[in-house]
């Protein structure tokens, strides 16, 4: 049996007439953190909204578990937890209320243990958390998106730009959490700005350029990517 | 259907906590409310004026002293419209028409006394009543309330987290529509309870007629909730969907309506009071005056008379001829004046037939229509009161004829000038008009008010077709 949780084959996507994404294939495992890198219009959120069944590809497929995310949206998106860039949240409603909310709409219906929990690992201050969220700075409001995200206890995780407008305390226990779910089994796919960050917590590193995949790096048997030669052909790329 | 009562919620949240919101939220209540008290106390006074005056007018006819019989057609009575009980949500056409009417012989008087007129300009453009505020401001604050319910997710990008829950576009769709929809249901309530109290006497099908009413009121702000949320949905800013649906608020609330009656009036043109009115004087002329018994129109009367009892001169008739002459005479002149009225009657008809059309461009020219028909304000109703009116007069003029026929002889009638003896011996003892029964309105039934509701009521079910389809469109091309 496959233990491939996300699968994109051929993909190909146009937008306003453009090709965003052409012809880009990859798998991510069950248990793995696949990182993609790339500049402004490379197609990074692009792949995401079509793995959530947002966007129609124009070719090719983009499969979660095995099930087509352009066929079976609603059924692909129960299995996928999204972290877009800007935490996507209701101001006027506090932690507590986005978060029941939000879960109860996924019918997950957690206890006030875990909701407390969820919040402690991503380290929201417990004063804020009766707030509503009109009050909290971007990264306070990243951290309760997060916390959303890690509560719905899904087999794939999709997060773009996840540690934007973190500090870099809270990136670091991000992280962790990250690789804690991935040696759950969860799958994770990251695009990103940070080559950092991704160098650290992924087991691949994928270079995107003008909607094609150009490089794959692999993390060693330590685990760990060297960020040189990443960065060296990213910033390649990116001058190209 | 569980999703659909989260994001209803979830909505209703969101306007109480927000001040905008509450702020439309608490005016439309107000509104609906002070509409409820403002309308319910004046209908009531207007009802009560209305039957104080019938009294008093029943009390002066009755103490009329004993008359001969023809002054009594003469002098006349008056009958007034009691008001529908459902008047306190739609007062209809009462406002604008007469309600009242003066009964004499060989007239039908127009009804007077319109509320409107007496008011001034401002009530014939529409007053504060239930109706006006659920047809015209209910929508509009619904708009208000609801213009940015889809477009504000976008906005905000909390449509990417709500689909990203599994949440389907049509159930978010459902969702907001539920939200909006409960707000309508409040506003609806002050006035429903209001309908309810005062057809509290279930008096000729009223409260039935309260239910259906209520009904098509649920459909008619279904149909803003549909199109207010599809709007949102479509358009891509806040901004965009609130012009567009202040757009389509002015075009179908303000405007269409007042272009149905103007297009109405031109396309099938009523004449004026004054030319009817001579051409009526002129076809009564033609059959004579009843009040001249040498009138060569009733020559033929005369002949078949006399033949009839087989005497030789009028005098010998067992029965006053004047009265004969009087009795046919108001029966010639009421066959043309019912003909006139029926005429008018179905111009009326037709006008606001063709006013009626323009329901298919406009929700609230058929909620206008079918309220109106519901609440027992509307126009075949006043046609009601003056056919039955109509009735009570002729049976009036008719009776105190047959008295005039009856109670003297044609030589004392022809002498009732020459001395104050001559008088007294033509005059009726005024028993006859004291044991007269008083005009007593029977409202038209719940059927017959279903009835001229039905069409408009049929259209409303059309709109509310297209906006669920226009509702279920929207969501198939709703993207975050």
Known sequence: ?240 | MKTIYLIAFDELRYWRRSKTAWTVLVTLLLISVCAAVVSNSEVSRRADERLAQQAEADAIFQAQPDRHPHRMVHYGHYVYRTASPLAVIDSGIDSMVGTSVFLEGHRQNSATFAAARETGLLARFGSFSPAFTLQTLLPLLLILCGFASVTREKENKTLYQLVGQGVGNSSLLFGKSLALWFVALLALLPLFLLGFDSTANEEFGFRSSLYSMTFGYLIYLSIWVLLIVSVSALLRTSAQSLSVLLGLWIITVVLMPRIASAYAGVSAPSPSQIETNLRVAETMRSGGDSHDIEDTAFADLRSLTLAEYDVEKIEDLPFNYRGLVAFRGEEADTEVLTQFAQERMEQELRQKQIADSFSVLSPVVAIRSFSMALAGTALQDHHHFLRAAEDYRYNMVQTFNRLQMAEMTLAEDLARNDSDESGRRTRVDSSAWTDMPVFELRSLDHAQRWQAGSNPGLTMGLWLFASFVLLLLSARRLHA
Not at chain 1, 232 to 240: I, K, M, P, T, V
């Open chain 1, 1 to 240: 049996m496959s233990n491939c949780a996300l699968r994109a084959s051929d993909l190909e996507v146009i937008r306003g007439g453009n090709a965003v994404l052409s012809g880009m294939s990859f798998e991510v495992k069950q248990g793995e953190v696949f990182a993609l890198l790339g500049g402004n219009g490379a197609g990074k959120s692009t792949t995401l909204l079509t793995f959530m069944g947002l966007l129609q590809p124009n070719g090719g497929i983009a499969e979660v578990l095995g099930q087509s995310a352009a066929k079976e949206p609603v059924a692909v998106r129960n299995q996928i937890a999204y972290l877009p860039e800007n935490a996507a949240l209701y101001d006027h409603l506090t932690a507590w209320e986005n978060l029941t909310y939000f879960l109860s709409l996924s019918q997950v219906r957690p206890d006030q243990a875990s909701l407390s929990a969820a919040l402690d690992s991503v380290s929201l201050p417990i004063q804020s958390r009766g707030k509503p969220l009109k009050s909290y700075s971007k990264g306070m409001r990243q951290k309760v998106a997060i916390a959303l995200a890690l509560l719905r206890e899904t087999p794939v995780l999709l997060l773009d730009e996840p540690t934007s407008g973190l500090d870099p305390s809270a990136v670091e226990d991000f992280h962790n959490i990250i690789e804690r779910l991935a040696k759950q089994g969860v799958a994770v796919l990251m695009v990103t700005h940070d080559l950092y960050g991704a160098c650290h917590v992924a087991h691949r590193v994928g270079i995107l350029r003008a909607g094609q995949l150009v490089e794959v790096f692999e993390a060693d048997e330590d685990g760990s990517i060297e960020i040189a030669t990443v960065r060296d052909l990213f910033l390649q790329q990116q001058a190209a």
